[in-house]
């Protein structure tokens, strides 16, 4: 605990600060987007995220508070929507992460590499990079793909809650058995394209696939360890313990449901009771009004800083202090672990560190580092793969047989 620690509270936190201010924190998932398609239609007039809002957990003033320097807009889009009508909401997302940047163009630069998030922070502004979360998102097309990363779009998640036809998901049922050969594809355009493979959300056979496929370096963009809670979401550590050799990053996130076993359970209990009344919890939008009513009676337990701690740790001793990143996945979800419950909570996080005597360079490593090493490297992949790969022309239905 924080009052527990040689230094005082206060001290930790001014200590976290300075580090934040030093090294700006490459945050690898936020879902603002969707927040801002769902109330205002992408209006920035109308959601003004240049002061403090209380209907988001994100906006520019909370962002500095929060020492973020670089953050990944994702612009997902629900499994539920397949084929064209996916890949059409994907472009309107991507469209009002672009907006946005433009309306905030003091505060936001628009970042596709390393260099251009350094120089982000050169100017003092937020680097905005682009995920896609879900891999509905391309209709099964490889050009759909190719446009996406036209577009800024850095990294694909290659399923969401649901399957692909082409990739397992961890929370539907298995039919794919992992990647399929299309899936193969995927990921190896992705690793000429020099679009980072994400593995948050894909069944563990996926994600063994994926690692045995890429040529590039991975990431989970918001996951957390499996071992310390048993949830499909989270990652396996004989999964961990491949990314040293493969050079990953697993970004560990705060959602209660992946951090806290008491929440995880929680959460298992909303979903038998929904399944009653004909609600999958695999629907986000449907399971989150079903838990909105239900928790009124069935309290969420709270997660805490200590337990994101302990998965940052678990994920350190398992994966290494070179393959640990943060993926808060604000706006994602309703509620944080206390003390972590928006964008400005990223010190007291660093603060829980420093009392656990991580020193400033591993910290150093987890905020920033990590990542930007992970961009450079999967950047140097794609620079040789187009030396000798031309853009895939392969097609689902030659590949895996139907569409």
Not at 254 to 272: G, I, K, L, N, Q
Not at 320 to 337: S, V
């Amino acid at each position: 605990m924080l009052g527990t620690a040689p230094h005082g509270h206060d001290d930790l936190l001014t200590r976290a600060r300075d580090l934040l201010r030093a090294h700006p924190l490459v945050d690898g998932h936020n879902d603002l987007p969707w927040e801002a398609r769902e109330q205002t239609g992408y209006d920035f007039e109308a959601l003004d995220i240049s002061g403090r809002l209380t209907t988001t957990q994100t906006d520019l003033p909370r962002l500095t508070e929060g020492g973020v320097g670089a953050q990944f807009w994702s612009v997902f889009v629900p499994s539920t929507l397949q084929g064209d009508s996916a890949v059409t909401a994907t472009l309107e997302q991507v469209d009002g992460v672009h907006r946005m940047i433009g309306s905030y163009a003091d505060r936001l630069a628009l970042a596709r590499t390393a260099d251009e998030v350094e120089a982000a922070t050169a100017t003092g502004r937020v680097a905005s990079l682009l995920g896609a979360e879900g891999g509905h998102s391309i209709g099964c097309s490889l050009g759909t793909l190719r446009m996406l990363h036209v577009l800024g779009v850095r990294y694909l998640t290659l399923t969401h809650n649901d399957n692909t036809p082409w990739a397992d998901s961890a929370t539907d049922v298995p039919v794919v058995g992992g990647l399929s050969e299309f899936g193969r594809e995927v990921v190896r355009e992705m690793n000429r394209l020099g679009m980072m493979v994400d593995l948050s959300h894909v069944a563990a056979t996926t994600m063994r696939d994926a690692l045995e496929t890429t040529d590039a370096p991975v990431i989970f963009s918001h996951s957390s360890a499996l071992a310390l809670c048993d949830t499909p979401r989270n990652v396996p550590d004989d999964v961990l313990g491949a990314l040293p050799a493969n050079g990953g990053v697993c970004m560990v996130t705060f959602v209660p449901e992946f951090v806290s076993p008491a929440t995880a359970a929680w959460r298992v209990e909303a979903a038998a009771a929904a399944a009653e009344v004909g609600v999958e919890a695999r629907d986000w939008e449907a399971f989150g009004r079903f838990t909105a009513g239900w928790q009124r009676e069935h309290p969420k337990p709270d997660a805490t800083v200590e337990q994101v701690v302990a998965h940052l740790e678990h994920v350190r001793e398992v994966a290494g202090i070179d393959h640990i990143g943060i993926g808060g996945d604000y706006d994602g979800t309703d509620t944080f672990p206390v003390g972590l419950e928006d964008v400005s909570g990223y010190p007291r996080l660093v603060a829980a560190l420093l009392a656990r005597s991580w020193s400033e360079a591993e910290v150093a490593q987890l905020v920033r580092g990590n990542t930007l090493r992970v961009m450079r490297d999967v950047e140097a992949v794609a620079r040789d793969l187009q030396t000798t790969r031309t853009p895939s022309l392969r097609t689902f239905a030659e590949l895996d047989g139907t569409r």
